[in-house]
């Protein structure tokens, strides 16, 4: 059998190619057979890459080749040395070919010689920058193999050139960053070696724009590296928070899989180290370790990524849904509850709250979970505990009490979340949760997260009813008096109290005025402060004002859990009159701006409120500084929100359907007062305010097309968005799509409401007989109810 007859049999399969490696060791010793191999070879590189035939016999050769290696390089070399004119041919197949060609004989040899090395690394460095991707493919699959075997030579001999190496790898590093094709960046991620200087660079991939290729880096990549707490701490948080907020739900699953497969089994393998099971090769997961767990929660800092926007929540709810051992497992008894850690008091928190999620796993709550009256004791114990580590943490002001601080604070933190999920049907442990919630509310130490979630938990306390809600704001409003009365100095309360005498009843008299005290209150406080020194000045001053702060805050969490009407609470007229319009009129900023924040969560309850005050909120947007702008846009949007859009009254004057609404005096009355009411936002596009107040306006257009304000006054909003254009505001773009968006649903509407039209012309005499019998009703837009929804929630979330 000819050379030429061994690779014809070789591209018809793979599979006889070790019996045909033998036939042609066999024909080595004929005179030609380099100039025969070089022939065969040379035949390949016109092949079409699309035909699997050439694949094949280039298989063929390099298997030969990796046969032969020990014995002699000199064919390969040969070879080698005979394709270089062929990597920079004009045709893209040929130097496809080439490159491939060069790319397989240089994976299965184990030595080569110094001058051909060069030669054929300074080639394929060209082809990285080829017009053909398969080609810069097959280039950096070579090349990443040469700049591994660089880098295990630098490594032994420190004493080498260094001029090599390093720029071999910064080229394949650039590549790897700025390469248009994705199977490219794909291929150097996996083949490139796994060094302290690469590993940024490849863990950057997680990042990249092509979803698979992310998803080659969460699900090939990661799981290879080996043990996963080499990783940085901030390194670990990112990957998690990007695969599993990524936009690819594949990449997510992936993500999930390497936390709850791979990262677990490392916590879990390092504690078997030294028991016999560790001594076998283990096949499978290890058996579920709660220490493992634990450790592993450590790892990724749930202390910072454990807070609501934090990764660690649905990182430990993939780690629920996918590993079942580890519900069955976990036990939480009075021990457990006694000294917990924030990881294990987030592990009970994850894990209530993903059996909450799943009717299927209620049983699994009332097994483990500890009824309302047990966990009131667990939970007063921690506050407890809280309470006396914020007092140690503010007489020593160290960094391990601050730190012991915000330990304890997170532990009371995830036990008010697991309170918020529990069922208050049982009497005596709602008694017992609502006196434990009053009594930390009026602590005056408690930090102010725990104080949010203690309002908004004992607002579950209470019914949910109007009666519970008065109950409710009563409760809180005690605990603000309360805090009031535990922070201030006694000389502070008798001021109070002369101050409360004459109190504020309208935020509207500030609009104008300056002034925050009348001549008899300034003069009585000129008197006092005479006998003080400057530091007691001073000291007095910010003990006003974290009296006033936490006040404030207590009221604007309470405001964010109510939903009745403000005249018929008593407790909240109160609240507004003697609090909120005191801390408006303020001169400190702080105070200033938490009480706008409650004054326009009370203008929600209260829509007569809203109509005084939007004077206020105008006057804040052109006086005040950026945060109160930013503030007064957004308590402006929910207001309009919570109003909705002007609705047109029906006329009787026209019968022609052929008159439109634009020539009606009533809609233009309505987009006459639409631009008033949008008149703000307009002011706020202009280039004199900062630029985040011009982003918040454009997304509060935003908010309010979608909400219905679009509905007869487009030309209005096309010219706010040609105004938002020419001033090159922030959001702009999002402001065109999301009108582009309400005109096309607008135009379904418009033929919807045409075909509808059409339909009943044919059935007019049946719907005029029978359409009140069949209880036919008329529609209501759905934007109006989309608006409604959206004010409340708009609303909860004023926090700027």
């Known amino acids: ?387 006396g580590r914020v007092q140690a943490a503010n007489e020593s002001e160290s960094d391990d009490k601050i730190a012991e601080q915000a330990e304890q604070e997170f532990i009371v933190e995830q036990l008010l979340y697991i309170a918020q999920t529990l069922d208050y049907t049982d009497e005596i442990g709602r008694r017992k949760m609502f006196a434990l919630l009053r009594h930390a509310l009026s602590a005056a130490d408690l930090p102010e997260e725990c104080t949010r979630l203690s309002v908004e938990a004992l607002r579950l306390v209470c019914n949910s009813d109007e009666a519970g809600e008065r109950e409710f704001t009563s409760v809180v409003l005690e605990a603000i008096a309360e805090v009031h009365d535990n922070i201030a100095s006694s000389d502070v309360e008798d001021e109070e109290q002369g101050d409360e005498e004459d109190s504020f009843v309208s935020a509207r008299s500030e609009v104008d005025g300056d002034a925050d005290s009348t001549p008899k209150q300034a003069s009585k406080k000129n008197k006092h402060n005479k006998n003080l020194s400057e530091e007691e000045q001073e000291a007095k001053a910010i003990k006003e004002i974290v009296i006033n702060m936490k006040c404030l805050h207590i009221a604007q969490s309470m405001l964010q859990n109510v939903t009745g009407n403000l005249q018929t609470n008593i407790h909240l007229r109160t609240m507004l009159d003697s609090l909120v319009i005191p801390a408006v009129r303020s001169h400190e900023v702080l105070i200033r701006e938490r009480g706008v924040q409650c004054l326009g969560l009370c203008c929600l309850l209260e829509p007569k409120l809203a109509e005084e005050n939007m004077r206020l909120f105008t006057h804040l947007l052109k006086r005040g500084h950026e945060a109160l702008q930013i503030m007064a846009l957004q308590i402006l949007c929910d207001i309009l929100l919570a109003k909705g859009p002007p609705t047109p009254t029906p006329t009787t004057s026209s019968d022609d359907p052929n008159i439109t609404s634009a020539s009606d005096p009533e809609a233009t009355e309505i987009t006459s007062a639409t631009t008033q009411l949008l008149a703000p936002f307009i002011k706020a596009l202009s280039t004199t305010f900062p630029e985040e107040v011009r982003s918040t306006a454009t997304s509060s257009l935003c908010k309010l097309m979608l909400c219905g304000f679009y509905k007869g006054n487009e030309e209005l909003f096309d010219q706010i968005l040609e105004r938002a254009m020419q001033t090159g505001a922030k959001g702009w773009e999002l402001l065109e799509k999301v009108k582009n968006a309400v005109q096309v649903e607008r135009e379904k509407e418009m033929e919807t409401e045409k075909e509808k039209e059409r339909n009943d012309d044919g059935f007019g005499a049946l719907r005029m007989s029978s359409g009140h019998a069949l209880g036919l009703r008329p529609s209501t837009s759905g934007s109006e109810g989309f608006a409604n929804g959206s004010a409340r929630v708009s609303a909860e979330g004023v926090d700027t």
Request: proline residues 4%.
């Open 1 to 387: 059998m000819s050379i030429g007859e061994v690779f014809a049999d070789a591209q018809r399969s793979l599979v006889g190619h070790k019996s045909l490696v033998k036939r042609l060791k066999r024909l080595e010793n004929n005179p030609n057979f380099e100039a025969n191999i070089k022939q065969c070879t040379f035949r390949l590189l016109e092949v079409s890459k699309s035909e699997p035939a050439a694949n094949r016999a280039i298989k063929f050769l390099t298997t030969y080749f990796e046969k032969t290696s020990d014995d002699s390089n000199q064919i390969p070399s040969a070879i080698l040395l005979a394709l270089l004119p062929f990597l920079c041919a004009k045709d893209k197949t040929v130097r496809y070919r080439a490159t491939q060609i060069v790319s397989q004989v240089l994976s299965v040899l184990t030595t080569i010689d110094d001058d051909l090395y060069k030669v054929i690394r300074h080639e394929l460095i060209k082809r990285l920058r080829d017009k053909v991707p398969a080609i810069r493919l097959e280039a950096v699959l070579a090349l990443g193999r040469l700049v591994e075997n660089e880098m295990e030579e630098d490594d032994e001999e420190q004493d080498s050139d260094d001029d090599v190496a390093p720029g071999l790898l910064e080229k394949l590093l650039d590549v790897l960053q700025n390469d248009t094709n994705a199977d490219v960046r794909r291929t150097l991620l996996m083949n490139l070696p796994v060094t302290p200087k690469t590993l940024p660079f490849l863990l950057e991939r997680a990042r990249d724009r092509d979803g698979p290729t992310r998803r080659a880096l969460y699900s090939r990549l990661l799981p290879s590296l080996g043990d996963f707490r080499h990783l940085s701490l901030a390194m670990r948080e990112k990957l998690l928070r990007w695969g599993l907020r990524d936009r690819d739900e594949k990449v997510r699953k992936a993500t999930a899989r390497l936390f709850r497969e791979h990262w677990i089994e490392d916590c879990a393998r390092t504690r078997l180290e030294d028991s016999e099971e560790s001594k076998e090769k283990k096949v499978g997961f290890h058996d579920p370790s709660i220490p493992a767990l634990v450790e592993l929660l450590e790892r990724i800092d749930t202390l910072n990524t454990g807070n609501e926007s934090g990764v660690a929540r649905d990182a430990m709810k993939e780690f629920w849904a996918g590993r079942p051992d580890y519900l069955d497992i976990v036990s939480f008894d009075d021990e457990f509850w006694d000294n917990l850690t924030p990881e294990s008091a987030f592990m009970a928190r994850t894990f209530n709250d993903y059996c909450h999620q799943d009717s299927n796993y209620y049983s699994m709550i009332e097994e483990k979970m500890p009824e309302v009256t047990r966990l009131g004791f667990h939970l007063q114990k921690h506050i407890n505990e809280l309470l």
